[in-house]
Each structure stands twice: as structure tokens, then as C-alpha cells.
């Protein structure tokens, strides 16, 4: 596991630019602040560190069946949407991070989604109603097989993207990684231009980039995000995009450009959250 040091404190101290990068005017400032800060005390923030992350894996499992808990029960969607608010703050409060936090409330919504057992159908689910009883439970059990980071991959997928890791199951009897599985989800999203709801027209010639991320839809295999999940998908994204080298390629900042006022009416909306913080 990473360790904090005294160098990777000034990186996290060392104020940003708007592309993500170090700002270098802070460094040596940084620097400065660092070195006047005694070995012990960034020794015990190593620890902290440390702990932290071996308490939030430790329970992670019982994060994930609690919610998985949650969802098992029948409620209407806008109860669902009440509920799933709460129970972010909920998993904060207990200490995961808010990364973690919503790996573990797409996992268990996913899993609980699995859980019940459809009515039977001779005509579709094989030759005898106890084959079908015994390829579910065998289902289930493939699922409790994988850890919270590899479930949450699978429930950012479309349905081919799951078969295809079932099927590597059935015949290797071994999971995905999350490596895999993390190319697996790039390959078929869950959101996915092919399988949107309905098409819309745009000059391809023009704006080929712009057109794939503007026609990025829920499937139509699976359930429509609320606008809360949508938010939550969008900072775990922004959150694990490398912006130093976004900063560096030319198209990638034409991209950015292409939807700069929604950018900047995002970033009024963070400076005027009371929750907004200036450290």
C-alpha cells in the first residue's frame, strides 16, 4: 500500500491549476510548509493513513450488505431516491470514503436486482422449473464470488459486458479481474450510443467527439439513473481522470472547450454550495 511521505505531502498540499496540474508558483512554498513539519507527526498520519484504508477494506463486505438490504425491500421510486440520499450519508458517517461510498451503493443495488427469483417460463428458461431454480442459485453464487470494486464494474455494465464475464466463468471457472473487468465495462458501458432509447442527429464531420458523449443514454436494458446517480457517476469519473495530461493534449482540451459553459456553471455551483470548502 502507498505509504504518505514527506514528499507526496507537498504534492497534496501543493495547490492546483484548473487542468488538475501542480500549480508551481505553491511548490517551493509547499516545500517550506513540509519541512517545518516534524517526522513523528507525518509518521502518524501514515498510520492514520494506513488504518483507514484497512478498516474501510476490513468492512466493506458488511457496507455492501447493508445496502444490499436496503434495496431488497419494495418501495416506490421516489422512496428509493429518499433513501439511497440517506444512505450515502449513512456510509460516510461510518467512515467509508465517498469513492467507496457509491462502489457500494451500485454494487448492492445491482446484486439486490439480482437476488429474486423470476417466475418460471417453460417457453424461456429451459426444461424443468429446478434446473432453472439450480442455474440461479449457481448465478448467485458466481456474484458472491467478487469483491465490491469488481460488483460495482459489473453494474456499470450493459448486459453483453456481463454475460461475456459469466460466460468466461463457465468456462475457466475463474472471475475476471478488476483489470478486466474495468476493459470489459469500457467495451460495453452501461450507458452505451448503440443501445441508447433514441437516436439524435449531429454533424459527425464536425463534432465526431462531441456526438459519442452527447448520445451517452441510459441503455434501454437497464433502469434510468436519477440525476443524484448521474452526479455520482460524473465525480467518481472527474476523480480518477489523470487532468495533468488531460492539460497536454490539444484535442482533449478542445473536448473541455466544446462544453466550457457547463463547465463554468458547475464550478459556480461548488463555490456557492454552503458544503464548499477553501483549504
Known amino acids: ?105 451500485a454494487a448492492g443495488e445491482f446484486v439486490a436486482g439480482e437476488l429474486p427469483l423470476g417466475d418460471y417460463n417453460p417457453d424461456f428458461d429451459g426444461p424443468s422449473e429446478e434446473l432453472y431454480k439450480q442455474e440461479h442459485d449457481f448465478y448467485l453464487r ?10 460495482y464494474l459489473l453494474s456499470q455494465m450493459d448486459y453483453r459486458g456481463r454475460i461475456e464475464a459469466r460466460q468466461h466463468y463457465n468456462e475457466t471457472n475463474d472471475r475476471y479481474n478488476t483489470r478486466e473487468l474495468e476493459v470489459l465495462k469500457q467495451q460495453y458501458p452501461r450507458w452505451s450510443a448503440d443501445h441508447r432509447a433514441g437516436k439524435r442527429q449531429h454533424n459527425t464531420d464536425q463534432y465526431p467527439l462531441q456526438q459519442q458523449l452527447g448520445q451517452l443514454e441510459p441503455a434501454v436494458d437497464t433502469y434510468q439513473l436519477s440525476t443524484d446517480e448521474m452526479l455520482d457517476q460524473f465525480v467518481l469519473l472527474a476523480q480518477s481522470i489523470n487532468w495533468s495530461a488531460v492539460g497536454t493534449h490539444t484535442e482533449a482540451r478542445q473536448l473541455l472547450a466544446s462544453i466550457g459553459p457547463t463547465l463554468s456553471f458547475i464550478s459556480d455551483l461548488a463555490h456557492e454550495s454552503p458544503y464548499f470548502q477553501t483549504i
Open 1 to 105: 500500500m502507498e505509504n504518505l511521505s514527506q514528499m507526496n505531502l507537498v504534492e497534496q498540499l501543493n495547490p492546483r491549476r484548473e487542468d488538475g496540474g501542480l500549480d508551481g508558483r505553491y511548490t517551493e512554498l509547499a516545500k517550506q510548509i513540509i519541512g517545518a513539519i516534524s517526522r513523528e507527526t507525518v509518521s502518524d498520519l501514515n498510520e492514520l493513513f494506513h488504518q483507514s484504508n484497512a478498516i474501510q477494506t476490513q468492512f466493506s463486505r458488511a457496507g455492501l450488505r447493508f445496502v444490499i438490504g436496503v434495496f431488497q425491500v419494495e418501495m416506490e421510486d421516489w422512496q428509493r431516491k429518499a433513501f439511497k440520499k440517506q444512505l450515502r450519508y449513512l456510509l460516510q458517517e461510518c467512515g467509508f470514503k465517498p469513492s467507496m461510498t457509491t462502489k457500494l451503493i
Open 142 to 151: 458466481y456474484l458472491k464470488g467478487y469483491g465490491v470494486g469488481s460488483l
